[in-house]
Every structure is written in C-alpha cells, then in structure tokens.
C-alpha cells in the first residue's frame, strides 16, 4: 500500500480549480499533518485519498497499484454515530468480517478500554460528550486495524484536556502500526504531533517537510505569514 504517491492530482469540480497539481509522496509510518488556511483543500485530499471525492485529474499510486491493498478509515470532525449503542457503534466496522459473537464482543470492549469508554458500553451513543463521542469514532476506526486513518480535524470542537485525550489516543494508533494523515488548525498540535507537515495554500502543495522544518525555517513567504498569524508569539524564524 505504501508508498502512496500523487501525481499531478487535480480536482476542479465544474472547472473550479479545488485541488491543483498536487505531487505528494506517503511513506508507511508517522503522524502527517496537512496545514493550510481555511479553504486551502486540506479536506477534499484527505476526502480523495479516501475514495469519498474521485479526482478530475491526475493519479494515486497505491505501492505500484491502482487501488490500496489495505484499510483505510477517516474520521470527521462531528462524527456520525449510530443512534444505538456505544457498544453497537464500536463494532459497525467489525461486522462485515467473520468474527464469531464472543470474538465481537471482546474486540469492541477491548477497543473501548483502550478509549476509556468500557464502562459506557451500554449507554446510548447520543449522550456522549464532544470528547467522548470522538473517542468512540477513534475507537470504532483503531478497531478494523486500518494501515491508514484519515482525521479531518479531530479536536477543533474539544477543550484542552479533551484535546489531550485524542492526541494520546493519535499517538497509540499510530504507535500501532497505522499511518496517520491528520488536518489541524490547532499548530500546537501539529508541533506536539507530526512527523511531518505537508502546507498546503490555494489547492497546491508548497511544502511538504519535517515537523522542525516547517515550523523553524519555512520556505515559503505564504508559510511564514501563515505560521505568524497562527502563532504570532512566534516571529522569528532561522532565515
Ligand atoms: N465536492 C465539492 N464540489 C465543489 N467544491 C468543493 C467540493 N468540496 C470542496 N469544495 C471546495 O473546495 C475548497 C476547499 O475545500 P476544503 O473543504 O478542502 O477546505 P479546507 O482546507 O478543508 O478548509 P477548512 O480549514 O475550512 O476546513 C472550498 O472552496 C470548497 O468549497
Ligand atoms: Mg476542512
């Protein structure tokens, strides 16, 4: 599945120019952060690698192929849970593969132990908090073992300690063995987390770097602006 290579991605839905030229190189491992102002077509890539927006132009090349060989699972910012369960919504994505109840049973628990929901298991979906229902949606995804997740601003409606909370929990799936493609506003969490950051301004791709790269010497004068009117405190860059 790795590496997954863009080229010359385009999407211009009725000739409106979304994403452009888009070239990007997607190794197996790590935490990438896509950054970009508001507009800028981080959630239609993340869409496309997903297979929910078909490109107008260019190609994904799956490690040779035209298709992944492996999961892939995304997470939105206002998830969509069942109106059942939290049990029930732990395993929707285990249904399809032949796992006998009792396995059923014991890998939804076990994925909600590892989110803190274990003891919500019976309760309904709907009266979960913003933090807990994102909890949920990470654990209903981390529980089919996707080789890559997708998560389209994961805390932008969560307090700091729930904030806290999912980027632990980023920080296990990914130590899991799952590659994590991740947008943010928050830049403190780009820093905190990624390994890499991928900036992305109008549609196109102006960089794609380490995490201290980006953050210490961006290239681009449209980074730089960005970084400062995100993070004003931080105004001095190393060129
Ligand atoms: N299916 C679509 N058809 C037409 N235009 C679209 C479609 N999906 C997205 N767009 C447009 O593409 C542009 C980029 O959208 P996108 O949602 O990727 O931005 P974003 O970088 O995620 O922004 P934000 O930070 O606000 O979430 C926007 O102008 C949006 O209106
Ligand atoms: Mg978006």
Redesign the pocket.
């Known amino acids: 599945m790795f590496p997954i290579r863009l080229e010359k991605l385009q999407f211009c ?2 000739g ?1 120019q ?1 994403l452009a030229d888009v070239d990007l190189l997607l190794g197996p491992e790590g935490i990438t952060a896509v950054l ?10 993340l869409k496309t690698l997903a297979g929910l ?1 078909r490109p107008t132009g260019g190609s994904i090349d799956w490690n040779g192929g035209p298709t992944p060989a492996g999961r892939i699972a995304m997470v939105f910012q206002h998830p969509i849970l069942l109106r059942t369960s939290v049990f029930d919504n732990v395993i929707l994505g285990l249904k399809p593969m032949s796992l006998s109840r009792r396995e059923l049973r014991q890998r939804g628990l076990e994925m909600l132990e590892r989110v803190g929901l274990a003891d919500r298991a019976s309760d309904s979906a709907r009266h979960l908090s913003g933090g807990e229902r994102q909890r949920l949606a990470l654990a209903r995804c981390w529980a089919i073992r996707p080789r890559l997740l997708l998560l389209d ?1 994961p805390t932008a409606a969560l307090d700091p300690t729930a904030t806290e909370a999912v980027e632990q929990l980023i920080r296990e799936i990914r130590t899991d063995g799952t590659k994590v493609m991740m ?1 943010t ?1 928050n830049l403190g969490q780009a820093l905190r987390l990624a390994d890499d950051v991928v900036f ?1 301004y109008g549609g196109r791709i102006r960089e794609h770097t380490s995490n201290s790269e980006f953050f210490v010497r961006p290239r681009t004068e449209d980074a730089k602006r960005f970084i400062q009117g995100e993070l004003p405190w931080r105004i001095a860059f190393t060129d």
């Open positions: 839905p009725n409106r979304v970009g102002p508001n507009g800028a077509g981080k959630s239609v890539l927006e601003e947008t506003h992305i």
